[in-house]
């Protein structure tokens, strides 16, 4: 697996952005897929994750019905799409893959991406 995430920049808020990740690798499909985010001197923080089919997925309370997370696993491909973006959601964004399922910590996920920079104006 090797992660590749793009898609970051500068946006109002109340603007949209759409991330992208993309695996060079052949087993993406294998694995649980999840988007993470970091700011200067906190941990990292989990967004949002999705299983191996795309068919269930999960969310943070802080962007639960703002952000959503899908994948194709015939491009090799994970998404976020964010909406509605707030100025706290300025961070580093980092897409992740696991062998697990669902999960919501980042020690269960073996593979990063080298993070894109997500930036929300006031």
């Known amino acids: 697996v090797q992660l590749q995430a793009f898609g970051g920049g500068l946006v109002q808020a109340g603007g949209s952005l759409r991330l992208s990740c993309v695996d060079s690798?052949?087993?993406?499909?294998?694995?649980?897929m999840g988007w993470f985010r970091q700011t200067p001197g906190k941990d990292r923080e989990f967004v949002a994750t999705?299983?191996?089919?795309?068919?269930?997925?999960a969310y943070a309370d802080s962007v639960k019905g703002r952000f959503t997370i899908s994948r194709d696993n015939a491009k090799n491909a994970l998404y976020l799409q964010m909406n509605s973006l707030k100025p706290e959601d300025t961070a580093v964004y980092y897409c992740?893959?696991?062998?697990?399922?669902?999960?919501?910590?980042?020690?269960?996920?073996?593979?990063w991406g080298q993070g894109t920079q997500v930036t929300v104006s006031s």
């Open positions: 999705i299983d191996w089919s795309g068919s269930v997925s």
């Open positions: 690798g052949r087993t993406f499909s294998h694995y649980g």
């Open positions: 992740a893959a696991s062998p697990l399922l669902m999960r919501r910590d980042y020690g269960s996920y073996a593979y």
